[in-house]
């Protein structure tokens, strides 16, 4: 079975601190993505990965920036946080065709 | 453009039919998928279809697709009390598997 892990299920942090969501999985897919949830506005593209050391902007990229140094790996860094990126962070990987599979999720607060 | 529409909720009794409803604009998907989310957890991919099949049935689970009418319904037969999650329908239209997702539609089971 496909196997996404996300660092953490849960994460407080404090406005403008910097902060590292990571997400590995294991089963050796190209494709990388990074959602937020937030109630009423359903899931919302951040960032993607084709392969290692690419990236393209999603939906809604501004506040955010990825890392992919590695295949399994893909880092959501947030530069400095702010309230307003208080949500539910959602990674997934795929290969051609076979649909995303997703983390846990990372519930993400920010006071 | 792409844009994928769900209603918001569905109630049902428990062992009666669930059917969840679905439309998409982008005629070039190739792929159709059907996620699962329950509380506090990340995506689970339940089954998808290919743009050239009508049907797919997988246990409980049957997937309509009406190209012509750019529908796609999931039914859920025999349904119980686990089924109560929301599900997101999502059309896969981009190189590299890159999805667009529904709003998702509640589903909540009654006993």
């Known amino acids: 079975d496909v196997k996404v892990t996300q660092s953490s299920r849960y994460l407080v942090k404090r406005t403008g601190e910097k902060v590292f969501l990571e997400c590995v999985q294991d089963m050796d897919h190209e494709n990388m993505f990074w959602y937020r949830q937030d109630p009423g506005l359903g899931l919302r593209l951040i960032y993607f990965?084709?392969?290692?050391?690419?990236?393209e902007k999603g939906d809604i990229p501004e506040g955010y920036s990825v890392s992919r140094e590695k295949k399994e790996r893909f880092s959501l860094i947030l530069e400095s946080a702010s309230t307003n990126q208080t949500s539910m962070y959602l990674c997934a990987s795929s290969a051609q065709g076979l649909g995303q599979f997703f983390g846990p999720g990372t519930r993400l607060t920010v006071l | 453009g792409e844009d994928v529409e769900q209603s918001l909720f569905l109630s049902v009794r428990e062992g009666d039919s669930s059917v969840i409803n679905c439309t998409y604009t982008d005629s070039s998907s190739t792929y159709l998928y059907w996620y699962k989310q329950e509380p506090g957890a990340g995506l689970q991919l339940l089954t998808y279809?290919?743009?050239?099949?009508d049907m797919k049935q997988d246990q409980r689970l049957t997937v309509l697709l009406n190209k012509k009418d750019k529908h796609l319904s999931l039914r859920i037969a025999d349904t119980q009390t686990g089924d109560s999650a929301i599900y997101f329908c999502a059309e896969n239209v981009a190189a590299g598997n890159k999805l667009t997702f529904g709003g998702g539609t509640r589903v909540l089971v009654k006993p």
């Open positions: 990965s084709y392969d290692v050391k690419m990236k």
């Open positions: 279809i290919f743009s050239n099949m």
